[in-house]
């Protein structure tokens, strides 16, 4: 079955930059997009974007164009998330999804930026 | 980018009850392959979203029949036919017409 390991909670200083894993499982890897969505209280899910990881083909959310970067090895079926130049609008929990209508969902991973 | 309102915001419910969310796009969500990609998700309290209902009205693998889906163009309908304490949580539609967006959420709540 299909399974999204994300890494585990960050807590970061504002300025700097953080590097979030979504490890899959259960599926041919590299020819299935993996989604990227950010959630906040009060601001519900937001679409960032997405990567094809097989041919590191992206697609970003205009909003997110300059703050997320996406990577992927397919060696270690393992999808990445950087965001960088961090405010506290990026304190959130972001989601990997892999699946055709975001069917499979990682855990999440909480990313706090504080001074 | 095509915003999706749910209403209610909050829906209380009693066990047993039918309950019905609404989920209103700005732009119709009818592709130019014919297909509408309107879709729901439950989230429980720290988990994850759960897919519900892809394309308006198919149930996702596992999802009991209690969940049904209805709709066209920019207006569309989750109903739960009988609430039971484990559909309690936050329900979201989203489409992927267009860039993916997501509603606000609509939360099922005892009452």
């Known amino acids: 079955q299909v399974q999204l390991q994300q890494s585990g909670a960050e807590l970061m200083k504002p300025g700097a930059s953080v590097k979030i894993s979504c490890k899959a499982t259960?599926?041919?890897?590299?020819?299935?997009?993996i989604e990227w969505v950010k959630q906040r209280p009060g601001h519900g899910l937001e679409w960032i974007g997405e990567?094809?990881?097989?041919?590191?083909?992206?697609n970003y959310n205009e909003k997110f164009k300059g703050k997320a970067t996406f990577t992927a090895d397919t060696s270690s079926n393992t999808a990445y998330m950087q965001l960088s130049s961090l405010t506290s609008e990026d304190s959130a929990v972001y989601y990997c999804?892999?699946?055709?209508?975001?069917?499979?969902w990682g855990q999440g991973t909480l990313v706090t930026v504080s001074a | 980018d095509v915003v999706m309102t749910q209403t209610p915001l909050s829906l209380p419910v009693s066990l047993g009850d039918q309950a019905s969310i609404s989920c209103r796009s700005s732009q119709s969500l009818v592709h130019s392959n014919g297909n509408t990609y309107l879709h729901w998700y439950l989230q429980k309290p720290g988990q994850s979203p759960k897919l519900l209902i892809y394309?308006?009205?198919n149930r996702f693998s596992g999802v009991p029949d209690r969940f049904s889906g209805s709709g066209s163009g920019t207006d569309f309908t989750l109903k739960i036919s009988r609430v039971e304490a484990e559909d309690l949580g936050v329900y979201f539609c989203s489409q992927s017409t267009h860039v993916f967006t997501f509603g606000s959420g609509t939360k099922l709540e005892i009452k």
């Open positions: 259960g599926y041919t890897f590299s020819s299935y997009w």
């Open positions: 999804v892999e699946g055709n209508w975001f069917a499979y």
């Open positions: 394309k308006v009205s």
């Open positions: 990567i094809l990881p097989g041919s590191g083909s992206t």
